[in-house]
Nanobody, 122 residues
Framework: QVQLVESGGGLVQPGGSLRLSCVASGRTFSSYAMGWFRQATEKEREFVAA????????YYTDSVKGRFTISRDNAKNTMYLQMNSLKPEDTAVYYCAAGNLLISSKSAYDYWGQGTQVTVSS
């Protein structure tokens, strides 16, 4: 089992930056592909980015390419999402997730954090 805890959300102006962190419990973090998802009010939870177990492969949804960077530090059991050039449409609760496949489908992820709110507004 893996327990995930996100942090780093907050209120930021358009064009600003935030870095989200996801800390995993347990000693098997490095065996999981990891992903970030987000859910805006009254919308479906959507894929944002994913990273392979070794961090050799990353995968982004088109709307964040060139602005967001996913990374992980297996020695620290931590995954990150660096978010730059934030837009109001990035406002959502951001969730980290752990699974066995590096794909965008949320049904493939077995473990989820509780989420952290990101609000982009002037």
């Amino acid at each position: 089992q893996v327990q995930l805890v996100e942090s780093g959300g907050g209120l930021v102006q358009p064009g600003g930056s935030l870095r989200l962190s996801c800390v995993a419990s347990g000693r098997t973090f490095s065996s999981y592909a990891m992903g970030w998802f987000r859910q805006a009010t009254e919308k479906e939870r959507e894929f944002v980015a994913a990273i392979s177990q070794s961090a050799s492969t990353t995968y982004y949804t088109d709307s964040v390419k060139g602005r967001f960077t996913i990374s992980r530090d297996n020695a620290k059991n931590t995954m990150y999402l660096q978010m730059n050039s934030l837009k109001p449409e990035d406002t959502a609760v951001y969730y980290c997730a752990a699974g066995n496949l590096l794909i965008s489908s949320k049904s493939a992820y077995d473990y989820w954090g509780q989420g952290t709110q990101v609000t982009v507004s002037s």
